[in-house]
């Protein structure tokens, strides 16, 4: 066991010791149940501008927060202090305020038949051995890299990062469950400026991975800041109508987020989504299915439990375009007389399935697409969940008979999610893998551009 390893299984054991012990305090004090949520963070930021450096931060962060229950009564509490002193004080005063809350008879730890007894190695710890000088020149390299290609009209960069953190963190409940988990994360990024038409534009270039050793070189880094900052440049604005749109890279992405709002069991047991009601029916064209795999070493959605100790599976969450489940943890499912999934925290994983005739290359959607506007950067929040109206602002670039035409920029989007999910024709093949939903870009026709 290497010195790095040992170390952290010392800290993992130590903090699952002051979260057991917290436990039995709290029971001690009267409450019939409790939850405890411990961690900290310790980790590196650094970043350049200008080839110099800007700034270097340091941080080692701790917290827990806690849940307490009498009977149904339920009362939380939070400190970054972890003397046993005020341990204790944040326990008093969990159960004080349970005293004085309203009885919830869907309160309560997650079902004891779902607790996570089966803890696999999703390979989340790296030893990343990153100092402040060697973050520093990777900082500096990358905005040296960049300077090489302003005569392509890249004035400048504007700032550039590395930063590298190791999480641990526990979870202990009444119910016998303790457990530590850590990851680590490193991230490296560039920000360039543009200029064209007398009108500057600012686009970045990132790699994120739990290894440095995974990270995309600088390279690719830069030349992906490069692409999308040389996209912008020039940028006019469409008529406004209606307009075949390809969803790309985050944007796509976060198509498949506006379901996991819409199927949250929050949002179903409140009455707050146009997906109420809508288990096993078709939201989707049948080539689409949504696979989630909690279990897919080194991945950022990956775990062997959600944020109650509950166990995780892999499932269809979509399957031949029907809603097979929504996402749902103890709380939620007890509103709804549904059983948890194993969702108290989110998605994990979600892969996004599809026919092989509904599935192309990127070029390949924009040449049978005709005309319309690739969107790459979403702005605003203008999503209702409660009705499934979706209106953004977006850019991006206008496209004809597979080419580029002009970028874009100052539009607005707009449509119902509905109408959306069951337009999506094609998806294609350029799935960015930093993302957590891992799907490609999405072509939905005739959606309303608002323009000039």
Known sequence: MSPFIKSLKEKESRLEQIASDVVKYALKQGASDCEVSLGGAKGLSVSSRDQEIENIEYN?????????????????????????????DCVNNAINL??????????????????????KELERVYENNIDADSAAEYAIELEKIALEHQKNGIKKSDGSALECSLYTSVL???????????????????????????KMQRASGYSIARNFEKLSSKEEIVNEAIEKTLLKLNSKKVKTGK?????????AASIWSCLASAISGAAVYRRTSFLCDSLNQQIFPEFITINENPFVTGEFGSRNYDGEGSKVFVSDIVKAGKLEQYLLGSYSSRKLKMKSNGHASGIHNWYVNFDKERT????????????????????????????????RGAEGYYYKDGKFVHSVDGITIAGNLKDMFMNIEFIGKDIDLRQKIKT??????N???SGI
């Open 172 to 198: 202990a409940n009444s119910n016998g469950f303790c457990h530590a988990s850590s990851a680590s994360s490193i991230y490296a990024s560039i920000v360039l400026l543009g200029q064209g038409d007398d």
């Open 440 to 445: 490609g870009s999405i072509l939905i026709k």
């Open 243 to 251: 307009y075949n749109l390809i969803f790309k890279g985050a944007a």
């Open 60 to 88: 080692n962060d701790n917290g827990m927060e806690i849940v307490v229950y009498l009977g149904k009564k339920r009362g939380g509490c939070s400190t970054t202090d972890l003397s046993k002193s005020a341990l204790e």
């Open 360 to 391: 192309m290359e990127f070029d390949d959607i924009l040449a049978c697409s005709g005309e319309g506007i690739v969107i790459t950067d979403l702005m605003g929040q203008g999503i209702d969940i409660a009705s499934g109206n979706y209106s």
């Open 447 to 449: 959606m309303t551009v």
């Open 98 to 119: 349970a005293k004085y809350t309203d009885e919830d008879d869907c309160a309560g730890l997650c079902d004891k038949d779902m607790i996570c007894t089966d803890f």
